[in-house]
């Protein structure tokens, strides 16, 4: 371990000497002291210094706290929502949707670095499912934290019991990430949204996938709808995606852009489904994330709002098992009202209503 009065001590040294043997040049010895100094700072962060160690944290308070200065002001009404659970604050931007025939929730988690209203990809999606009978709710991620600089004064092969070398910071960030997203669905459930679909950009295509596998396919029944979407998952996620798709049991959108390193990834994963013998899940390469026309949906909207009609549309797990007994029971009842009322009008009563996203 580097002692910090050591350096110090001996950078003087070095000085006095360098002082002694430059006379006359003042620019020579402020260099070199330079020198000296920073190389001490760098042999102190090296050493894995509490200090250093602390950087590479992230501030997830910081970080909400920059969100809710950026949309307090700026969002329309009742768009951005500061959700809480214990000590957990987590800003949000949610739009209902605008037609006859709600599908369900569509949960927005961003890539690595954005934020729930990224532009075009993330602020697309956001507002224009809605018109195809989706919610969305976008939810803010931390930042993914950097690796810590390993300690000198450990072997580099022991690493800390529990954890990988140089990944100790996910032992936190992992179970952060998994908080927001059960406490986004959470959110969808309790406005009695129970089809909910979840949308993984980037980044965020690992966590949704590793949330849906761990959490969220054990909740799919007749009255709660599961569905997966990943938009350009990135190749360096690829092995820990891999072994986690094999277990998935949901309606999964895998959609990724051509490129040497992203083909080689959706070849993997398409492997990883196709050893599994998953059925449900659907593989699709854009040439683009945006399309020319800017007036309208962009690509992977309209990709996603089409895979969503033929997969997950025009169910009834939109509604809660005890709302939809409720409606049943209501429409029997009135009925039957009508039948005694007037005959001729009960059979036109009783035509069943379109189904939704039919009209879509």
């Not at 949704?208 to 990943?230: F, N, Y």
Request: proline content about 8%; hydrophobic content about 40%; charged content about 20%.
């Amino acid at each position: 371990m580097v002692n910090l009065s050591d350096m110090t001590l001996s950078s003087l040294a070095v000085q006095g000497r360098t002082e002694n043997s430059l006379p006359g040049r003042p620019f020579a010895r402020s260099a070199l002291y330079t020198m000296w100094t920073l190389g001490a700072w760098l042999l102190l962060a090296l050493a894995g210094s509490p200090l250093a160690q602390e950087r590479v944290m992230p501030d997830w308070e910081a970080h909400a706290r920059d969100l809710e200065r950026r949309y307090e002001h700026l969002m329309p009404p009742g768009q951005y929502l500061l959700l809480q659970e214990g000590d957990l604050t987590m800003p949000s931007l949610w739009m209902e949707q605008t037609t006859a025939h709600p599908q369900g929730g569509v949960l927005i988690i961003h890539d690595d670095g954005q934020h729930p209203d990224w532009p075009r990809l993330i602020h697309d999606l956001r507002h224009h499912l809605p018109d195809a009978g989706w919610s969305t709710l976008s939810i803010s991620i931390p930042p993914r934290p950097a690796p810590l600089v390993p300690e000198r004064n450990r072997e580099i092969d022991e690493p800390r019991p529990g954890s990988a070398a140089g990944s100790e910071p996910n032992l936190d960030f992992e179970p952060e990430v998994a908080r927001r997203i059960l406490l986004g669905v959470n959110e969808l459930n309790d406005r009695g949204i129970q089809n909910t679909v979840l949308v993984g950009v980037g980044t965020g295509a690992l966590y949704v996938t590793r949330s849906t596998v761990q959490e969220l396919q054990m909740l799919a029944g007749p009255d709660q709808g599961i569905g997966l979407v990943l938009v350009g998952a990135r190749p360096g996620d690829t092995a820990e995606i891999m072994p986690l798709l094999g277990q998935l049991t949901v309606p999964v959108l895998d959609v990724y852009l051509p490129g040497d390193h992203t083909n080689e990834a959706a070849r993997q994963r398409r492997a990883a489904i196709n050893r599994a013998g998953l059925t449900e899940i659907t593989q699709v390469r854009e040439q683009a994330w945006a399309s020319a026309n800017r007036s309208g949906p962009q690509v992977v909207t309209r990709r996603t709002w089409g895979w969503l009609r033929s997969n997950l549309a025009g169910t009834q797990r939109g509604i809660p098992a005890a709302r939809a007994a409720q409606e049943a029971a209501e429409a029997a009842a009135a009925a039957a009202a009508a039948e005694e009322d007037d005959e001729d009008n009960a059979e036109a009563d009783m035509d069943p209503p379109a189904l939704p996203g039919e009209a879509i």
